[in-house]
């Protein structure tokens, strides 16, 4: 199965990262996002990415350089899906946003397209009749810092076709990634399943007023030897991702969860505190205090 041109829909964080990482592994990608305005931001976003490619991977400037330039960028999806092999969704973690797009997307992608999502917490037979072409669905999961922690998580549901599997399989090896197969529907998939708890227990610790954020990740760095807490990993993920489960979360009747997503929301997210990628969330960066010398005496 040969996978020339990509489309990534949904120019967040993650969604960045995906199409730069494919395009860097000199695949033709196209990115397509709801409106100009989130098309200019994503190419502002992207060309943050060519400094971290060349400071933690060794990138020249003609490799980053040339990646970019491979890109095409979209507020059209029909125009952005037009030659697609494989669409990436990475739109937000929202059920109804999910499947408004899928019901799009199938109306204007080709009929050999192959729809993978990168959600983190769903699951494929959510989306999988919704996508129009169950068979060619399934989910394609990517940790955050896509270039660094290379992972890619492959979960199929029972109606995908093995061929389509296999080949996103070998496609996830061919742009980097360690190919991470799940042959079972799983919440959270394997990434997940260990981290979401581990942030959620972050998280009530917080608002229950048990310790503060610094503390608690200077417990689990002391602790564990981890290179950093699980406030520290929101701001990498940020913080509208947490906020998103939390929600929906509380939304279905889990009162804590209804407490953590009313918190992320009046003292971060209304503030404008979106994690790394805003210069502020739970630390100010760069030079964040858990990376000082002294954080953990």
């Excluded at 549901?157 to 080949?167: I, P």
């Amino acid at each position: 199965m040969e996978f020339k041109h990509v489309t990534v829909a949904g120019s967040g964080v993650l969604g960045s990262q995906i199409a730069y990482q494919i395009a860097f592994k000199g695949f033709h990608v196209s990115i397509y996002d709801i409106s100009d305005e989130a098309v200019e931001t994503a190419r502002g976003r992207i060309k943050k990415l060519k400094d971290r490619f060349k400071e933690d991977l060794g990138a020249t400037d003609e490799q980053v350089d040339q990646a970019y330039d491979s890109m095409s960028f979209y507020s059209d999806l029909g125009k952005a899906v037009e030659q697609a092999d494989l669409v990436i969704e990475a739109v937000p973690e929202v059920t109804d946003i999910k499947i408004n797009f899928y019901h799009q997307l199938a109306t204007v992608a080709p009929k050999h397209t192959i729809f993978a999502s990168n959600s983190s917490t769903m699951l494929p037979s959510q989306f999988a009749e919704e996508t129009g072409r169950p068979d060619k669905f399934l989910m394609l999961h990517f940790a955050n810092e896509i270039w660094r922690n290379n992972t890619a998580e492959i979960m199929k549901h029972e109606g995908t076709n093995m061929n389509v599997f296999e080949g996103i399989v070998g496609f996830a090896d061919e742009i980097g990634m360690i190919p991470l197969p799940i042959y079972k529907e799983q919440p959270g998939y394997i990434l997940n399943s260990l981290l979401v708890p581990f942030l959620n227990a972050a998280q009530e610790l917080l608002v229950n007023e048990v310790a503060d954020a610094e503390t608690i990740d200077r417990t689990w760095m002391a602790a564990t030897g981890a290179p950093r807490g699980p406030f520290a990993t929101m701001d990498v993920i940020g913080i509208h991702t947490p906020y998103n489960l939390s929600k929906a979360k509380g939304e279905a009747g889990d009162e804590t969860a209804k407490k953590v997503a009313e918190y992320l929301k009046s003292n971060y997210l209304d503030e404008g505190k979106l994690g790394i990628e805003s210069g502020e969330g739970f630390y100010k960066y760069p030079n964040p205090s858990y990376e000082n010398e002294d954080f953990l005496k």
